[in-house]
Structures are given as C-alpha cells and as structure tokens.
C-alpha cells in the first residue's frame, strides 16, 4: 500500500543549528515532491517543491533534495531561528495532479 | 486575489444533521482539493477536481460524503447525516494546472464539531 513516512512527530534544536527533516514513500511515483509549513490553526503554506529529475532545490535557509531510488527527501533549515517552530509536511503530486501528504514533523526551535 | 475562501470557519452540528461546507478557488486554478485533517490521521485527501469534473473520490470515506463543483469559483463538500467521528478541520486547496506551478493554496479551513 501507499505510504509517505515523515521522520518523527517531533524535533527539538537549539536555535542557529540546522533542522533536517526527512520524507520518505512507498508505492508512490511523484511527479513533484513539496514541503509546506502549517501553523497551528493555519492552513498549510507551500515552501519549496522538487521535480522528479531534479536532485536539489534551495531558497534563502531552505534546501531539499530528492532521491527517487532511495525514495527519500531532506529538508534542511539552516541557521533556524525560534520564529521557524511550525509543523513541517510533505506532500507527493504526480502527473495527473493528486496530492498526498505525510502526517507531518512538528519543529520547535529553542533560543 | 483574496486566496481560497471557505465557509464557514467553525460549524458546531449535532450527530444526524445535514452539514455542508464551501469553497471559493482561487480564480484561474484548474485544481480544486477537499482534505481532512484529524490529530489521529493527519492530512487525508477526500477528493480532488481538475477543470469542475471529480478525478479521484477514493479518499471519501463513506456514501455520507459527497462533494460537487459546479463551476470553476465554487465547490462544496456535504455529510449526511453528520456523526461524531467527522468531527475534524476540513481545508480546500486549489492550484494551478501542472507546468505553470503547482503548490496547492489552501483555505483558513473549516473545524467542524459533530456533537
């Protein structure tokens, strides 16, 4: 059966250091692979996204990278800061345009 | 654009009752997304619409829900009759067609309380 696994239901760092989240699936064949943030009572907001060909994407702090043999993403944040704290998810599109997300890692950034 | 808009924020029902929840994409999106989220079973995607017409229904969970889109600004999802475990925030999300971008915007979402 399908399944999208996101590495733990929290993470907890010390603020400056560098937050990796992980995502990983089965049975799926994304086209696109996303990350979005979600802040309590707050839909979630698109962040980055990484096409199936692509190995890496970064933007400002945020990078991810794509291993569609180890059907794995990272999602890093570096130098976090406490205003990152959020409920990161991951979210698997393919062609014909649905979308499926994982349950989500819930950061906390400490100062 | 105001982004999606869903009605109501908060519905407070009780079990047996009719509960219809509704979505405004934002004009121009080709795709239209109801999802549920619970703390027990996260995000789950219900169904999703491609130029007004159901794509995949499989995620609804039971002949209870249904969902229409009759025209491009305008979607609603219904339970009927309404029970205690769909109890849950309902989001709507809608993006572009695939190759212009394809993050999915999503609503403030609607909690709903079966009591």
């Known amino acids: 059966s399908q399944k999208i696994e996101q590495n733990s239901e929290a993470l907890n760092i010390q603020e400056g250091k560098t937050a990796t989240l992980t995502c990983n699936y089965t049975n799926y064949s994304p086209a696109y692979l996303q990350w979005y943030r979600q802040d309590p009572g707050r839909g979630p907001v698109f962040l980055l996204l990484i096409r199936e060909n692509e190995k890496e994407k970064r933007k400002e702090r945020l990078k991810v990278t794509f291993d569609t043999t180890l059907k794995q993403s990272l999602f890093h944040i570096t130098a976090s800061q406490p205003a990152d704290s959020a409920t990161y998810l991951c979210?698997?599109?393919?062609?014909?345009?649905?979308?499926?997300f994982g349950d989500g890692t819930t950061l906390t950034v400490k100062p | 654009d105001a982004g999606v808009i869903q009605s109501p924020r908060h519905e407070v029902t009780e079990m047996g009752q009719e509960v219809t929840l509704r979505c405004k994409p934002i004009?121009?999106?080709?795709?239209l997304f109801w999802y549920r989220q619970t703390m027990m079973r996260g995000l789950e995607l219900l169904i999703y619409f491609n130029n007004n017409v159901p794509i995949d229904d499989s995620g609804m969970p039971e002949d209870r829900f249904s969902a229409k889109m009759p025209n491009a600004s305008f979607s609603t999802l219904k339970i009927q009759p309404s029970e205690p475990r769909d109890s849950a925030v309902y989001f709507c999300?809608?993006?572009?067609?695939?190759?212009?971008?394809?993050?999915?915007?999503f609503g403030q979402g609607t909690r709903l309380t079966v009591v």
């Open positions: 999300a809608s993006s572009p067609q695939t190759g212009q971008g394809v993050e999915a915007f």
């Open positions: 979210a698997l599109r393919t062609n014909a345009g649905k979308s499926t």
């Open positions: 004009s121009g999106h080709d795709y």
